[in-house]
């Protein structure tokens, strides 16, 4: 559990970098869910900088799963994952029902 956590811990921080820099947009599963009338009206660079600092909550959760290996305990582990699971679905959600990202505002 202990190198499977520094992965994905890596592997977040560095989509969430580069998310955060406005780029990236077509590896976020919640823009290519949308029909093509309303990815016109998106706001690419909005959406990207909130799923970049999306993906420092999901690092976070995954250093939890460090942390819990670490001290052998299953409560911090199952923390980090209730986490990554909430931020996924939360902002998946946000981000289908509110007009914050809309460029035409």
């Given at each position: 559990?202990?190198?499977?956590?520094?992965?994905?811990?890596?592997l977040?921080?560095?989509?969430?970098?580069?998310?955060?820099?406005?780029?990236?947009?077509?590896m976020?599963?919640?823009?290519?869910?949308?029909?093509?009338?309303?990815?016109?009206?998106?706001?690419?660079?909005?959406?990207?900088?909130?799923?970049?600092k999306?993906?420092?909550?999901?690092?976070?959760?995954?250093?939890?799963?460090?942390i819990?290996?670490?001290?052998?305990?299953?409560?911090?582990?199952?923390?980090?994952?209730?986490?990554?699971?909430f931020?996924?679905?939360?902002?998946?959600?946000?981000?289908?029902?509110?007009?914050?990202?809309?460029?035409?505002?």
């Amino acid at each position: 559990m202990f190198s499977i956590g520094i992965v994905f811990t890596i592997l977040f921080i560095s989509l969430g970098s580069i998310l955060l820099r406005g780029k990236g947009i077509r590896m976020l599963s919640v823009y290519n869910m949308l029909p093509k009338s309303r990815k016109a009206t998106i706001c690419k660079e909005a959406l990207c900088q909130f799923m970049g600092k999306i993906f420092f909550g999901f690092a976070f959760g995954s250093m939890l799963w460090i942390i819990g290996g670490a001290i052998n305990s299953p409560t911090v582990i199952v923390l980090g994952l209730i986490i990554i699971a909430f931020l996924a679905i939360a902002s998946t959600i946000y981000v289908l029902t509110t007009n914050r990202f809309n460029s035409n505002k």
